[in-house]
């Protein structure tokens, strides 16, 4: 049996058993009665003999049909006995919904065990969880679930994938008309993972994009695997991810690992594989209905119109942060707005169309097709609806109709913007979903979902990211060793050499003045005291060297000429990859936190995109007067550096070069770093 027929079983059961006989049991049955389930139903209970109504049966082997969904409502260790039941009989799949499981690893009676116990009684039977509240099919209006839920039937919407039962409670709780198909809460995932029923659920053609609430990430290549099927379906994915991992720090030395932080794994990672992020729930919700109706948007320009100049001020303002822009209007706009809105109202994205055509349906839906015309992305109309309960928003009815009256001249996307999230009722937005027209809840809101739903979609699948993670106990290998290494793949280095503290003064007039003195093996040599440059004469290299409490120095050529100094790092992620993180480097990387990183391997042109996110980047271009610099240098050397580490990956376990000193025509590793693993 294919594993699509196998979870259709699961999630689009023609018959339910629920197994338990507790108020969590009883509320299954409950929200299977609510949702307007057509299949059977069957409570299993040891001396019940009737559950809300309905007859039930004191072991599953009672019951005279193949079952195809259970809901589990029993303690963790009947659990897995249940399981083991469902499987010998061949039934559909499971919801676990006990918890104390892996989740509670240091419980005294072995969790991982339970858990691993609970993965063998399956075999190959599909389930959802355990620790999980399961799932509602809002399509086929089935639902092991056992609790309220705000969601509605639909005929296609989006789905969801949380690890979070409470979250997933509090989205289908939603009052911001985005339709919901599928909601699931995947709990801690022993059998179904988020790669697994993420395909199934974007399999299915009613399914119009997903939206996952992530906390880990266990498996990437299922992960990769997810977003590929996604970008040939032509479906969008959008993430919130919690919980980054903080692995890639572990053991790890460099400045490096400490720039990446926790967050730029997965970031990194999401960039890769097309996915959109944001971070919070409010952007998720307003993101899918995006994808729901127009799919990725083409860009972030926009345009966007309200009758009032305050309301142009504010979303002009907020726009920069998300980098989303107004691009001018053209001479056929200009021409078709003044026609309509006369000399008096000044003609500009964002438009200011003033209150003296408010309820003129016909001049403000000539209003709105002005500014669509000739726009591939979305228009934004700002329109805050008065609350029902004092007053009457009859009067804003005019806003509706002008919208679906643009919307049926101009096919593009339009969205409906309030200033506040909650100035937008839920049946507006869902008669405008019905023309295909959204709303948006929130200017911060609505920005951010903009720029979340025009980035990262790709038509072409990336390269495969590399996952090695080399095991073992790691060593620091000392700076000329790592330079010598770097040499040999085409990377430029001063005149070095290595040498006892007390031949240093002879090694420094064979190389020539200026030179740099370091002690050697040490890993953060500047904070220690231990790096001395710019030395000039003999006597300076021997005061220098009498202050390094080692016995063997580097003494190298000082560098001249030096316009930018970066950082450049390879972490190995286990949870995302190994990650390469650009930055300021020198003395400014912790004053200035300027970074940016990326997934290996990278293309030179994903290079440079990642160097000019960087804040020193405009040095490079010649900055207020400085020389310019070969930017290609720069790539070159990070290829290079990118070279050494994949041919290297099954023991270089971290790599720091800092600082790559960038001069008007050179890159030239000035110091290095390199972990490895025996």
């Excluded at 290998?477 to 002879?506: H, Q």
């Excluded at 286990?574 to 290996?600: C, N």
Aim: aromatic share 6%.
């Amino acid at each position: 049996m294919s594993s699509q027929t196998r979870l259709k079983r699961l999630f689009s059961p023609k018959n339910i058993a629920v197994v338990g006989g507790g108020v969590w049991c009883r509320s299954v049955i409950e929200q299977l009665f609510k949702i307007g389930y057509k299949g059977e139903i069957f409570p299993v209970h040891p001396t019940k003999k009737e559950i809300l109504g309905l007859k039930s049966f004191k072991e599953l082997d009672d019951i005279p049909h193949r079952i195809d969904a259970t809901f589990v409502g029993v303690n963790r260790t009947l659990t897995i006995e249940i399981v083991g039941k469902l499987n010998s009989i061949n039934a559909g799949g499971a919801v676990c919904f006990a918890s104390g499981f892996l989740e509670a690893e240091n419980d005294k009676k072995g969790s991982g065990e339970l858990q691993k116990s609970l993965i063998d009684a399956a075999a190959d039977m599909p389930i959802l969880g355990p620790n999980c509240y399961g799932f509602i099919n809002y399509l086929d209006r089935s639902a092991l679930w056992p609790d309220q839920h705000g969601g509605k039937a639909v005929e296609r919407g989006v789905a969801i994938l949380t690890q979070s039962s409470n979250l997933a409670i509090n989205l289908t709780m939603q009052t911001r008309g985005l339709p919901i198909s599928y909601i699931m809460s995947v709990g801690n995932q022993a059998c179904l993972g988020f790669a697994e029923i993420g395909k199934y659920l974007l399999s299915d053609p009613r399914v119009t994009a997903l939206g996952l609430h992530v906390e880990g990430i266990g498996d990437l290549r299922a992960f990769e695997d997810l977003a590929n099927e996604a970008r040939k379906l032509a479906k969008s994915i959008v993430v919130l991810k919690v919980g980054k991992s903080v692995q890639a720090r572990k053991a790890a030395q460099s400045h490096t690992a400490s720039l990446a932080g926790d967050a730029e794994g997965a970031k990194s990672l999401f960039k890769r594989l097309g996915i959109s992020e944001v971070d919070r729930l409010d952007v998720l919700i307003d993101t899918l209905k995006i994808f729901h109706v127009y799919g990725p948007l083409p860009s972030k320009n926009i345009r966007s119109l309200s009758c009032s100049g305050g309301e142009a001020s504010l979303i002009a303002d907020l726009a920069e942060e998300y980098g989303v822009q107004f691009p001018p209007l053209g001479k056929e706009n200009i021409s078709e707005l003044r026609s309509v809105l006369g000399e008096m109202v000044a003609l500009s994205n964002p438009l200011d169309y003033h209150t003296y055509i408010w309820g003129d349906v016909e001049a403000m839906a000539s209003t709105f097709i002005a500014m669509m015309r000739g726009h591939e992305s979305i228009t934004t109309i700002i329109v805050d609806f008065p609350r029902s309960d004092t007053c009457d928003p009859s009067a804003w009815n005019c806003v509706i109709t002008a919208a679906k009256k643009a919307k049926n001249v101009e096919d593009k996307p339009l969205a409906i913007v309030s200033t506040l999230s909650e100035n937008i009722p839920e049946q507006v937005s869902f008669e405008l979903l019905e023309s295909n027209i959204i709303t948006l809840h929130g200017l911060d809101t609505a920005l951010a979902a903009i720029y979340a739903s025009s980035s990262n979609q790709t038509l072409v699948a990336p390269k495969p990211i590399f996952l090695s993670n080399p095991n073992g106990e790691s060593y620091l290998v000392d700076e000329y060793v790592a330079k010598k290494s770097l040499e040999k793949y085409g990377l430029k280095i001063p005149k070095t050499e290595k040498c006892l503290s007390s031949d240093a003064r002879f090694v420094s007039n064979q190389i020539g003045y200026p030179v740099v003195l370091k002690a050697l093996g040490s890993s953060h040599k500047s904070e220690l005291g231990e790096v001395f440059l710019n030395l000039r004469t003999q006597k300076a290299v021997e005061n220098a060297a009498n202050r390094i409490l080692q016995e063997h120095v580097i003494v190298e050529k000082m560098v001249s000429d030096i316009v930018l100094e970066l950082l450049v790092g390879v972490v190995h992620d286990p949870a995302h990859g190994m990650l390469l993180t650009l930055a300021a480097g020198g003395v400014l990387t912790e004053i200035l936190s300027d970074t940016s990183s990326l997934l290996l391997p990278s293309s030179e042109d994903e290079v440079l995109e990642c160097f000019y996110q960087l804040r020193v980047s405009k040095i490079a271009k010649g900055y207020r007067g400085l020389s310019k610099v070969d930017v290609n240098q720069i790539v070159d050397a990070i290829m290079k550096i990118q070279e050494f580490v994949l041919d290297n990956r099954d023991k270089v376990f971290e790599i720091e070069i800092n600082p790559l000193i960038v001069t008007n025509s050179e890159a030239i590793v000035a110091d290095a770093l390199i972990r490895e693993v025996r």
